[in-house]
C-alpha cells in the first residue's frame, strides 16, 4: 500500500518524528484534502516533490529536521491557504523564490538552516501577512537587506543571523513596530546603529553582533522597557556604554570586542585591574628573588 492510496478525505496525516526514510512520494499529491502535513523530525531525502504543490487546501507544511535537498520549489506558492511553513534544517541549496510573494496568507516562515544562496527577493520582506515569524538564519544569502523589510509591519520574530548579507541596517526596519526579537548577529553589515530603530520600543531581544558597525551606542536603547538581552560585541562601536535601562543589567548585556569602548562592565574593569596588579606583584617578586640570588652569590 503506497501514500496514494490513503483516503483523499484524509485531513491530517501525523507522520512525524517516525524515523521515516527514503523520498517523499509524488502520490502525496493526490490527497487533495490534506489541511495540516507534518512529516519532520524524519530521516526523508530527496527533492521535495511536485506533489506538494497540489495540495491547495494545506495550512501547515513541516518537513523540518529531514536530509531534504535540491531546490526550494518555487509551486509552494500555489499553496494560497498555507499560514505555518517548517522546512529548516535540511539540506535545500537554491536562490529564494519570488514567488514565495504570492503566499498572501502566510504569518509564518522559518526556512533556517539549510544551504540557500543569492539575494533576499523583495517579494519575501513584503508579505504584510508575515505575523509571527520569518527565519532566514544559517544559510549562504547575500546582498543588501531590502528595504522593503519595512513593509513586515505585523512582524514579531526576525532572524537572518548567520548569512553574508552586506550594507547597512536598512532604516524602513523601523517600521516594524511590532517587533519583539531581532537578529542580525554575524554578517557583514557597517554603519552605525541607526535612530530609525527608536521606534521599535517592543523589542525584548536584540543581536548585532560580530558585523562591523561603527559609531556610538545609541542611548535610547536604554528606554526601551522590554528589552532583555542586548548583544553588540564584536563591532567596532566607540564612546561610552550607556548607563539606564538594560545597560545596568550587566549579565544581559554584551559589549565585549569592542577594542575603544569605554565604560564597560565593571566586572570586566576589575579583573583587568586585578591583571595589573597581579603583574605589578609578580614583577615586584621576581626583582627581590634575583636581588637575594646576587647578594647570595657575592658573599660565597
Given at each position: 500500500?503506497?501514500?496514494?492510496?490513503?483516503?483523499?478525505?484524509?485531513?491530517?496525516?501525523?507522520?512525524?518524528?517516525?524515523?521515516?526514510?527514503?523520498?517523499?512520494?509524488?502520490?502525496?499529491?493526490?490527497?487533495?484534502?490534506?489541511?495540516?502535513?507534518?512529516?519532520?523530525?524524519?530521516?526523508?531525502?530527496?527533492?521535495?516533490?511536485?506533489?506538494?504543490?497540489?495540495?491547495?487546501?494545506?495550512?501547515?507544511?513541516?518537513?523540518?529536521?529531514?536530509?531534504?535537498?535540491?531546490?526550494?520549489?518555487?509551486?509552494?506558492?500555489?499553496?494560497?491557504?498555507?499560514?505555518?511553513?517548517?522546512?529548516?534544517?535540511?539540506?535545500?541549496?537554491?536562490?529564494?523564490?519570488?514567488?514565495?510573494?504570492?503566499?498572501?496568507?502566510?504569518?509564518?516562515?522559518?526556512?533556517?538552516?539549510?544551504?540557500?544562496?543569492?539575494?533576499?527577493?523583495?517579494?519575501?520582506?513584503?508579505?504584510?501577512?508575515?505575523?509571527?515569524?520569518?527565519?532566514?538564519?544559517?544559510?549562504?544569502l547575500n546582498g543588501y537587506?531590502?528595504?522593503?523589510?519595512?513593509?513586515?509591519?505585523?512582524?514579531?520574530?526576525?532572524?537572518?543571523?548567520?548569512?553574508?548579507?552586506?550594507?547597512?541596517?536598512?532604516?524602513?526596519?523601523?517600521?516594524?513596530?511590532?517587533?519583539?526579537?531581532?537578529?542580525?548577529?554575524?554578517?557583514?553589515?557597517?554603519?552605525?546603529?541607526?535612530?530609525?530603530?527608536?521606534?521599535?520600543?517592543?523589542?525584548?531581544?536584540?543581536?548585532?553582533?560580530?558585523?562591523?558597525?561603527s559609531g556610538q551606542i545609541?542611548?535610547?536603547?536604554?528606554?526601551?522597557?522590554?528589552?532583555?538581552?542586548?548583544?553588540?560585541?564584536?563591532?567596532?562601536?566607540?564612546?561610552?556604554?550607556?548607563?539606564?535601562?538594560?545597560?545596568?543589567?550587566?549579565?544581559?548585556?554584551?559589549?565585549?570586542?569592542?577594542?575603544?569602548?569605554?565604560?564597560?562592565?565593571?566586572?570586566?574593569?576589575?579583573?583587568?585591574?586585578?591583571?595589573?596588579?597581579?603583574?605589578?606583584?609578580?614583577?615586584?617578586?621576581?626583582?627581590?628573588?634575583?636581588?637575594?640570588?646576587?647578594?647570595?652569590?657575592?658573599?660565597?
Open positions: 500500500m503506497s501514500i496514494g492510496d490513503l483516503s483523499t478525505q484524509l485531513q491530517w496525516p501525523l507522520m512525524g518524528r517516525n524515523k521515516i526514510s527514503g523520498s517523499i512520494p509524488e502520490e502525496m499529491g493526490n490527497l487533495r484534502n490534506l489541511t495540516i502535513l507534518y512529516m519532520n523530525q524524519n530521516r526523508l531525502h530527496g527533492n521535495i516533490p511536485d506533489g506538494i504543490g497540489k495540495l491547495q487546501n494545506l495550512h501547515v507544511l513541516d518537513l523540518s529536521s529531514n536530509k531534504l535537498s535540491g531546490t526550494l520549489p518555487s509551486f509552494l506558492s500555489n499553496l494560497t491557504q498555507l499560514n505555518e511553513l517548517y522546512v529548516q534544517q535540511n539540506s535545500l541549496s537554491s536562490r529564494l523564490p519570488p514567488s514565495f510573494g504570492l503566499c498572501i496568507n502566510l504569518p509564518t516562515v522559518n526556512l533556517s538552516h539549510n544551504s540557500l544562496s543569492g539575494n533576499i527577493p523583495k517579494e519575501i520582506v513584503s508579505l504584510s501577512s508575515l505575523a509571527s515569524y520569518l527565519g532566514l538564519s544559517h544559510n549562504s537587506v531590502p528595504i522593503e523589510v519595512g513593509r513586515l509591519v505585523n512582524l514579531v520574530k526576525l532572524d537572518f543571523s548567520h548569512n553574508q548579507l552586506t550594507g547597512e541596517i536598512p532604516p524602513p526596519l523601523g517600521d516594524s513596530v511590532l517587533l519583539q526579537y531581532l537578529y542580525l548577529e554575524k554578517k557583514f553589515l557597517q554603519g552605525e546603529i541607526l535612530r530609525s530603530l527608536t521606534t521599535l520600543k517592543g523589542l525584548k531581544e536584540l543581536d548585532l553582533s560580530s558585523n562591523n558597525l545609541p542611548e535610547f536603547l536604554g528606554t526601551f522597557r522590554s528589552l532583555q538581552s542586548l548583544n553588540l560585541s564584536f563591532n567596532d562601536l566607540d564612546g561610552e556604554v550607556p548607563k539606564p535601562g538594560v545597560f545596568s543589567n550587566a549579565s544581559e548585556i554584551y559589549v565585549l570586542g569592542n577594542k575603544v569602548l569605554c565604560g564597560k562592565d565593571p566586572k570586566l574593569k576589575s579583573k583587568a585591574k586585578f591583571s595589573k596588579i597581579l603583574i605589578i606583584v609578580i614583577s615586584v617578586s621576581g626583582a627581590v628573588i634575583l636581588s637575594l640570588a646576587l647578594t647570595f652569590l657575592l658573599l660565597h
